[in-house]
């Protein structure tokens, strides 16, 4: 019967893999052994001589054997009997993670395979052999976890320092002579910051893909991470999204990256942002603006750049004069026999529609002679300014309500949690069924908690986001045809919402309540290229103070 060894030969860094590197040495050492063995089973009938041997090995490859090609191959032979004794130059080559050795020893037990340890001088065809090996296997594990510790601690250690850690990225490489310093890459800064700036005006990353390939921009002819091989190729949309959240651009490490989210960890185990001591290449504002419009799209589920192309700035403000209950306005598109889109503001309850651009240029016009009147500018800014702050103020101090809440919900989980360590094991069943309705009806409480938190946040950033400077809302009057269309969405809009009142659209004019005053546009006249509006002074009703339009 001809009988099969496996020779397994594995080391964890790729230099080893040399003419005089450690594989090399422990493929010799096998052979050297698989040698002396046939020669010693000639002379001993408890021995038998082996027919050939297989070799198997891996190299940068990692500890964990899923990550072990050769090694899963060598697994495959064993059960197909192809295999009769797995040899290798020590115990640890193998494996030093006791589960995984033990799935190891079932299958070789399993399929009568021996394992033979040169290092250790024992094989598992011996009742002592097998005992040696798990013992001996207790000490690797135990060696391997102190070894991953030390290393998991030093790197913790010098990312505090501000001295970067982990592999290289995009944009910056590191100092050969000052371990943990990154140097700024010219060429793919330029690339990193074209990434940022083709987000901001596609607000798609497979869009941003596009726009790079078509500029003929290729990954670094290098070796980065993963599986980068150094050769230049097209930008891949993960590369590019972790590209555009990697806060290292703006000098920040994130360390445990991973562990995002993840609570109740240990400083070195847990996420953590740390300022490191290289030099930013992407501009705070422009970092942010990125984060910002990520967050929108993945919550609306829909591309928010895409979305500003047609704006309807009018929407909120436009009723209808004529029907029951003055519904508003909706809108809508339509497209001509020539695929040209048109955009209607429309009536939902008697149809009445007139086209989106006519209507906005008309009070875009009036806006612009209103420019003229400093005192409604001023009266106008000062309401601006008021209804900003209120609103801003009572965002913030609900968002200080719910972070106190917070708080106390933390402690009332500590407080249950500590009940734990001080019950008697004789009332273990009840705590537990009491326990887990607490623990139900805090998890409850802490995730509304949470989701509150992000709206208002959500609802602080867009009102920042959408603060209209009173100089600059002042020029933008003088000159709104020009400015409006560059605006962001929000801005726009809570420049047009705090000039004008209220449109009320009746069968021949159009109303535009702004201030005091009412300006009427003659329906007849909204598509000619002689665009006029009539000028018409508000008259009050005695019963009260508030501006009314004339009957």
Not at 5 to 19: E, F, G, W
Not at 411 to 432: G, Y
Request: with cysteine; charged share 30%.
């Amino acid at each position: 019967m001809e009988k099969t060894v496996a020779l397994y030969l594995r080391v964890s860094t790729k230099h080893q893999d040399t003419p005089e590197g450690s594989l090399i040495s422990q493929e010799q050492r096998l052979i050297e052994w698989y040698d002396y063995h046939n020669s010693q089973a000639k002379h001993s009938k408890e021995k038998d001589p082996y027919s050939n041997y297989v070799i198997y090995k891996d190299v940068e490859t990692g500890t964990k054997a899923s990550k072990r090609p050769s090694y899963n191959r060598m697994l495959a032979d064993i059960k197909m009997g192809k295999i009769h004794t797995v040899a290798a130059a020590s115990i640890s080559r193998l494996n030093r993670n006791l589960r995984e050795f033990y799935e190891l020893y079932d299958i070789t037990q399993q399929h009568n395979v021996d394992i033979f340890s040169q290092k250790e001088s024992f094989d598992t065809s011996t009742a002592i052999g097998r005992a040696i090996l798990k013992f001996m296997l207790v000490f690797y594990e135990l060696e391997s976890e102190q070894t991953s510790e030390r290393g998991r601690d030093n790197r913790y250690a010098r990312a505090k320092r501000g001295l970067w850690v982990t592999s290289t990225v995009t944009g910056y490489k590191k100092d050969p002579e000052k371990p943990g310093q990154l140097i700024p890459i010219a060429s793919e800064v330029e690339t990193v910051n074209l990434i940022f700036d083709l987000y901001l005006k596609h607000g798609s990353i497979s869009a941003v893909k596009k726009a790079l390939d078509q500029k003929g921009v290729l990954t670094p002819a290098r070796k980065l991470t993963g599986a980068n091989t150094g050769k230049p190729k097209s930008f891949g949309t993960m590369t590019i999204s972790r590209i555009l959240q990697n806060k290292v651009y703006i000098g920040i490490q994130q360390y445990q990256k991973g562990k995002r989210g993840i609570e109740g960890l240990q400083p070195g185990d847990a996420y953590e942002e740390i300022p490191g001591n290289w030099k930013a290449i992407v501009e705070q504002d422009k970092f942010n603006q990125v984060q910002f419009l990520l967050i929108k799209n993945k919550e609306s589920n829909t591309n928010q750049v895409k979305k500003k192309v047609k704006v309807f700035e009018l929407s909120s403000l436009i009723k209808c004069g004529v029907c029951k209950g003055k519904p508003k306005y909706t809108t809508k598109s339509g497209t001509s026999k020539t695929k040209k889109i048109y955009y209607y503001y429309s009536c939902p309850s008697c149809k009445k529609t007139f086209r989106a651009d006519i209507l906005e240029k008309e009070i875009t016009t009036i806006l612009e002679k209103l420019s003229k009147n400093k005192q409604l500018i001023k009266r106008l800014l000062k309401e601006y300014d008021n209804s900003y702050n209120h609103e801003l103020s009572e965002l913030k101090n609900r968002l200080s309500q719910l972070c106190e809440e917070e708080k106390e919900i933390e402690k009332e989980i500590q407080t249950e949690t500590e009940k734990f360590s001080q019950l008697e094991e004789t009332n273990l069943e009840l705590f537990k069924k009491q326990a887990l309705k607490a623990h139900d009806a805090l998890k409850e409480r802490y995730d509304a908690n949470q989701n509150s938190k992000l709206e208002v946040e959500q609802k602080i950033s867009e009102a920042e986001f959408s603060e209209v400077n009173p100089k600059l809302l002042s020029e933008i009057l003088k000159n709104l045809s020009q400015i409006l269309p560059d605006l962001p969405l929000l801005t726009r809009k809570a420049v047009l919402s705090q000039v004008i009142a209220q449109i009320t659209v009746f069968n021949k004019k159009i109303e535009v309540r702004v201030g005091e005053k009412i300006y009427n546009i003659n329906f007849k006249k909204i598509a000619s290229t002689n665009k006029k509006f009539v000028e018409a002074t508000i008259e009050r009703d005695r019963r009260d103070s508030n501006p009314r339009p004339p009957a």
